[in-house]
T-cell receptor, first 115, second 114 residues
C-alpha cells in the first residue's frame, strides 16, 4: 500500500527553466509534507516543507504547493541549475502538523538539469 | 547544523552473520530513527530509537532481526542479524532536534550480503 506516490521516475529539464516535481498521497491523516534531495552516496537533505494549513511555501528558488482536496503536492524549482540534478523524495507525516515521528516517503524522482 | 556520522559507510557481509551500524550526532537530539532503502525502492522506517528504553518498531520489522540501542541523546546502533541477501540495502539514521523541525539524515550504510 503506497501511501505516497511519485509517479514520474525521472524528469529532464534545461538549465534556467522550471522543474516541477509531483507527489500524490492517499492518507487523509497526513498533515505535514516535506521534500528531500539526495545525491549519490549521500543521505537525503531536507529542502522545504509545508503544513496542511497552508497551500504554498516558498524558499528562494524552491516553492512547494499543496492541494489538499486533490491530495497532491508539487515542488517547483525556478530557475533550474545543473547542481539541482539529484533524486527528489516527497515525504509525509501525520503528527499534528509537524514532522515529528514517522515519515512516509515516495519512490523518488530523478531530476536531470542539462546545461 | 549538526553533523550526523554513520559507520561503517559500506560493508560486504557473509550470509548468516550480523553487522552493527553506528550513528553518532555531535549534539543532543530529541528523536533518532532508522530507515532502510532497498534497491530501487523508497525509504522505509524500521524503528524509532528511544533513549533508555526499547525501540518502537514499524509493522514488518522485529527486534530479533533489527535490535536497536540508544544509550544516550547523541548515539544509537542498529544491528542487522542473521543476514540474508534480501537484507542488502542502504540503512540510514535520521535525527530530529526538536518536535517541530524536519528530520536530518546521515549518509547511510550500504550493505551487501553475499
Amino acid at each position: 500500500d503506497q501511501q505516497v506516490k511519485q509517479n514520474s521516475p525521472s524528469l529532464s529539464v534545461q538549465e534556467g527553466r522550471i522543474s516541477i516535481l509531483n507527489c500524490d498521497y492517499t492518507n487523509s491523516m497526513f498533515d505535514y509534507f516535506l521534500w528531500y534531495k539526495k545525491y549519490p552516496a549521500e543521505g537525503p537533505t531536507f529542502l522545504i516543507s509545508i503544513s496542511s494549513i497552508k497551500d504554498k511555501n516558498e524558499d528562494g528558488r524552491f516553492t512547494v504547493f499543496l492541494n489538499k482536496s486533490a491530495k497532491h503536492l508539487s515542488l517547483h524549482i525556478v530557475p533550474s541549475q545543473p547542481g539541482d540534478s539529484a533524486v527528489y523524495f516527497c515525504a509525509a507525516s501525520d503528527a499534528g502538523g509537524t514532522s515529528y515521528g514517522k515519515l512516509t516517503f515516495g519512490q523518488g524522482t530523478i531530476l536531470t538539469v542539462h546545461p | 547544523s549538526a553533523v550526523i556520522s554513520q559507520k561503517p559507510s559500506r560493508d560486504i557481509c557473509q550470509r548468516g552473520t550480523s553487522l552493527t551500524i553506528q550513528c553518532q550526532v555531535d549534539s543532543q537530539v530529541t528523536m533518532m530513527f532508522w530507515y532502510r532503502q532497498q534497491p530501487g525502492q523508497s525509504l522505509t522506517l524500521i524503528a524509532t530509537a528511544n533513549q533508555g528504553s526499547e525501540a518502537t518498531y514499524e509493522s514488518g520489522f522485529v527486534i530479533d532481526k533489527f535490535p536497536i540501542s540508544r544509550p544516550n541523546l547523541t548515539f544509537s546502533t542498529l544491528t542487522v542479524s542473521n543476514m540474508s541477501p534480501e537484507d542488502s540495502s542502504i540503512y540510514l539514521c535520521s535525527v530530529q532536534f526538536r518536535g517541530n523541525q524536519p528530520q536530518h539524515f546521515g549518509d547511510g550504510t550500504r550493505l551487501s550480503i553475499l
